[in-house]
Structure formats: C-alpha cells, structure tokens
C-alpha cells in the first residue's frame, strides 16, 4: 500500500511539473529560439519538465508501468485549469467536455495496449536507422506546421514523437552501459546515440513550445497521444515486444483513440488559452521565426 501511495504522489507531481511547464512555454510560445533563450521563465519551464522527468523515473521504482502510465493524463487534466486561471476565467463547457473525452480515451488506450516481451535494446543499424528515420518525419512535420495557416497540431505530433524515440534511445544507452560498462560511452554508436538525444530533446521542446502558439490544452493532447503510440510502435518494431491485446480489447481501444480525436476537436475549438501576445511583455512580442 505504501508503494502504491508513492507512486500516486509522484505521478501528481509529474503531471504538475509538466502542466506548469507547458504553460509557461505557451506564454512565450509566440518568440523565435534567438529571443526564447533571453527569457529567464523559459529556463524554468525546461527545469520544471526536467524534474518531471525524473520523477517519472523515480516512480518506475514503486510502481508498475501500467498504473503510471495512464496517471499520464494527469498532465492534461492539470494543464487545462491552470491555464483558465493564467487567463483570468473559468474552464469553458467546450473544455470540460473536451478534456473528459480525451482523458477517458488517452486512458483506456493505455490501459488496453500494452506490450510483453523480452524488452531488448536497439541494434546499432537499428539505432541509426530509427534516429534517421526520426529526423525526416520530425523536420516534415515541422515544416508542414510552420506553413501560413497550418494546425499547430502537426508541430505536437512532431514533439510527441521526438519525445518518444529520445527515451527509446535513452533506454538504449542506459541498459548498454549498464551491462558492458561506462567504456561503451566511447563507442561511435555510442556517441551517436548521446548526439541523437541530445538533439532530438531540443528538437522536440522546441517544436512543443511552437504548438502551444494557438493554444494549450490540444496540442498537449495530441503529444500525450503520439508519445505512448510511438513508444509500443517501436517495441513491436524493433524492441522484439508483442501486443498483449485481444481483438475485443483492439475495438475497445479504436473507440477509445476515436474519443479521444473527438476530445482533441473540441479542445481545438475551445483555444483554452487566450492570445500570446496579450500575455507576453510587449517588448517581447515577435512574429519572427
């Protein structure tokens, strides 16, 4: 029991740090990377989602994966609030239903797919292979996002998956030097792995942070959404993991993803946040990229 109430508070606390996070990089989500990086809020936003992470990982410790993963949609749940208050008023109807949608289905997806298996690590033509792959997709979604006009939903799904093979990649390397020793950090594969992580982690809060620019609470969906998915993707694909889901259980997740896209509309409609620029300081308002 007592595993179990640690494991509750530290998944509260995760998804308080993400939450806050995600709302201080909304207020600013407006700015190009030259004037982000003068904003000292900026610098706690990327504290508060680094001791989210490792929080998460802490929790690992006390509990299993299946009861912290679907206590991810906290994030949401929070993140939505705190931004009614930043902007002074109450959750709209719209973005109560909206989020109920969503955190049902986000849930249920979690707790219907899940994966068993040996849990291998990445091969070295495997690493380079989904680290190149990774990139395309990600700078395609990117572009697609910057495009005049275009959702901000694709830039989410770019930060969701950059996310989601930055820890793939993280595992990788933990679990490698782990077993071989710290001498395997010397490796060229290596090395390209701590490059590629490095990297896909700036990517992916950089790309987060631009979704935000039309409001919070639906791109934060969507990269709730996409982390999970790609994460079981790549166990399947690569990690030599299988679906521990019947065909009862497939439908029941397919309804589960169709509530949670009709929860991600309604957040889209809803723009919980209200415009950047009226938030940020005047003289850091820009519309450069």
């Known amino acids: 029991m007592t595993d179990l109430i640690i494991t509750i508070v530290l998944c509260v ?63 949401l749940v929070i993140a939505v609030p705190f931004a009614a208050m930043a902007a002074k008023r109450r959750v709209t109807r719209l973005e109560l239903s909206g989020m109920t949608n969503t955190v049902i289905g986000l849930a249920g997806l979690a707790l219907i797919i899940t994966t068993t298996g040996p849990g291998e690590t990445l091969t070295s033509g495997e690493l380079i292979g989904l680290a190149a792959a990774t990139a395309a997709v990600v700078g395609v979604l990117s572009l697609k996002g910057r495009r005049p006009g275009a959702s901000t939903l694709w830039e989410a799904v770019a930060g969701g998956m950059a996310y989601s093979v930055c820890s793939a990649l993280c595992q990788t390397v933990v679990v490698t030097v782990g077993d071989a020793g710290p001498a395997t950090l010397l490796r060229p594969v290596t090395i390209v792995a701590v490059i590629a992580i490095a990297v896909f982690a700036v990517v992916a809060t950089l790309v987060t942070q631009r979704s935000y620019r039309d409001g919070l609470a639906a791109p934060l969906a969507v ?32 309804v589960c993803a169709v509530l949670s896209g009709f929860g991600v509309t309604q957040l889209s409609r809803a723009r919980d946040v209200v415009d950047t620029p009226s938030l940020a300081p005047r003289e850091e308002v820009s519309t450069s990229v």
Do not use: C, D, K
């Open 13 to 75: 606390a995760v998804a308080i740090a993400y939450a806050a996070a995600a709302l201080i990089q909304a207020r600013y989500a407006h700015l190009a990377v030259r004037e982000l990086i003068r904003v000292p809020a900026l610098w706690l936003a990327l504290g508060l989602n680094g001791l989210g992470a490792a929080l998460h990982v802490t929790s690992l410790g006390f509990g299993p994966l299946s009861l912290i993963q679907p206590l991810g949609v906290l994030t």
């Open 223 to 254: 990269t709730n959404l996409v982390n999970p998915a790609t994460a079981t993707a790549i166990g399947v694909a690569l990690l030599g993991e299988n679906l521990a889901t019947t065909p009862v259980e497939m439908v029941i997740a397919l």
